[in-house]
């Protein structure tokens, strides 16, 4: 039921973002922001319930719990990167845009190189032997 409530509000919001542009475009970045800033609310009860679905999983393999951070957290700065690149290209900024993808592309593979280590060291572990 949450889906279609937020469904419903999204084109709500996307009609009115359209009116914006047309008649106040100052003022649709504004409301393009407000309208992301409000889905993301309405959706922070369910990344709660996926934290914590991930954290039985955790208990029951051996994926270790930083190793499960690290993977939630690029996942969390991919997905951001990618709202605010296309708010970049909805707004005219396309290089912006690249440039913002090609960090935040950076940044989670940064953020994800304990994980590639680790699997590197068990890789050559068991090679080796």
């Known amino acids: 039921m949450m889906f279609i409530k937020i ?3 999204v084109l709500a919001g996307v009609v009115l973002l359209f009116l914006l542009k047309h008649n106040a475009p100052s003022f649709a970045i504004l409301g393009e922001l407000t309208l992301v800033a409000i889905i993301v ?3 922070v009860p369910e990344i709660k ?3 914590s679905l991930f ?4 208990e029951l393999s051996v ?7 690290i993977m939630l957290k690029a996942f969390g700065m991919l997905s951001v990167g990618a709202v605010v690149a296309d708010i970049c290209r909805d707004n005219g900024e ?5 440039v913002v993808e090609l960090s935040v592309k950076i940044l989670a593979v940064s953020c994800a190189l304990p994980v590639f280590t680790a699997v590197t060291e068990i890789a050559l ?3 080796n032997r």
């Open 55 to 58: 954290s039985s999983l955790q």
């Open 125 to 127: 572990t068991f090679f």
């Open 94 to 98: 396309g290089a912006v845009a690249g």
């Open 63 to 69: 994926v270790s719990e930083a190793s499960l951070k």
């Open 7 to 9: 469904l419903i509000f």
């Open 49 to 51: 319930n996926l934290t």
């Open 41 to 43: 609310l309405a959706i």
